[in-house]
Nanobody
Framework: VQLQASGGGLVQAGESLRLSCAASGRTFSSYVMGWFRQAPGKEREFVAIITWSGGTTRYADSVKDRFTISRDNAKNTVYLQMNSLKPEDTAVYYC???????????????WGQGTQVTVSS
């Protein structure tokens, strides 16, 4: 599976962005999809995951009630809607895929290249 993330950019605090991650191949629905982020000088951290058909989602406490993960299996795409952005959300955001639901710090099987999100105060 090849993953291509897009949609990052520079926004002001309080604004919104929607990230997209397009996957290649015909088995997209066989993968749990996740979003992770890494800020400068910090470890990569879990943001959200969505299960194969989208029936279950989980979020990091820091983004709960502000971010929404969704997927469109017909389009082989997973999304991350980010509302009420804060400067501390500034990071490179990565999408990832794995066949199973994994713990937040698990090294997923496939990773996209990342897209930069910068939130100014």
């Amino acid at each position: 599976v090849q993953l291509q993330a897009s949609g990052g950019g520079l926004v002001q605090a309080g604004e919104s962005l929607r990230l997209s991650c397009a996957a290649s191949g015909r088995t997209f629905s066989s993968y749990v999809m996740g979003w992770f982020r890494q800020a400068p000088g910090k470890e990569r951290e879990f943001v959200a995951i969505i299960t194969w058909s989208g029936g279950t989602t989980r979020y990091a406490d820091s983004v709960k009630d502000r971010f929404t993960i969704s997927r469109d299996n017909a389009k082989n795409t997973v999304y991350l809607q980010m509302n009420s952005l804060k400067p501390e959300d500034t990071a490179v955001y990565y999408c990832a895929a794995d066949r199973l639901v994994r713990p937040p710090k698990y090294e997923y099987e496939y990773w996209g290249q990342g897209t930069q999100v910068t939130v100014s105060s």
